[in-house]
C-alpha cells in the first residue's frame, strides 16, 4: 500500500505501516496514526468520529490519540510497542490507562469502564478546559 506523503502535521518525514492500512507517520515536529477508509470501516463508531479526516486518512495525534486505533486493532500492538520495553502482557493494559487519561468519553460510548485514577486525571482535566 501507499504510505502517506502528507499528515495533518505536515509533510511526513517517516512512516511505518503496522497493518495494511494502519500508518505511523512523523513529521518535522509531531505525528501520530493514520488510518486508511478501508480499514476506518473496522473502528467503532466511537473511534471513526474521534480521527480527524485529512488527506484521505483518519488521523489520531501520537501524544494522546494514537491508543484509540490501536486498541481497536489488536494486530498492530507489536508494531506500536516494539521500542516500548514494555512485556506483551502489559500492552492491554497500558492502552486502557491511556486510554482512561485522555480519551474516557470513548471508552464510556463503547461501555468500557476507565481505570478509576486515570479517569479521575480525565475529569479533572475537563473542568479545566471547561474554566478556560
Known amino acids: 500500500m501507499t504510505q502517506p506523503k502528507y499528515s495533518m502535521w505536515g509533510v511526513v518525514q517517516d512512516c511505518e505501516e503496522w497493518l495494511e492500512g494502519v500508518f505511523s507517520v512523523s ?8 488510518v486508511t477508509p ?3 470501516k473496522l473502528l467503532s463508531e466511537a473511534a471513526r468520529k ?9 488521523q489520531y495525534e501520537e501524544d494522546c490519540d494514537w491508543a484509540i486505533p490501536v486498541y481497536e486493532l489488536p494486530q498492530t ?3 506500536a510497542f516494539k ?14 490507562e491511556t486510554l482512561s487519561a485522555w ?3 470513548y471508552l464510556l460510548e463503547r ?11 480525565w475529569k479533572e482535566n475537563q473542568k479545566l478546559f471547561e474554566r478556560s
Not at 521500542?83 to 486502557?96: F, M, R, T, V
Not at 461501555?111 to 486525571?121: D, I, N, R, S
Request: negative net charge.
Open 77 to 79: 500492538w507489536a508494531k
Open 111 to 121: 461501555g468500557v469502564e476507565p481505570l478509576e485514577k486515570q479517569y479521575a486525571y
Open 103 to 105: 480519551n474516557a468519553d
Open 83 to 96: 521500542w516500548s520495553g514494555l512485556p506483551e502482557i502489559e500492552w492491554g493494559k497500558h492502552l486502557l
Open 38 to 40: 478501508e480499514v476506518a
Open 50 to 58: 474521534r480521527g480527524a479526516k485529512m488527506q484521505g486518512y483518519l
Open 27 to 34: 513529521t518535522a515536529g509531531h505525528g501520530g496514526v493514520l
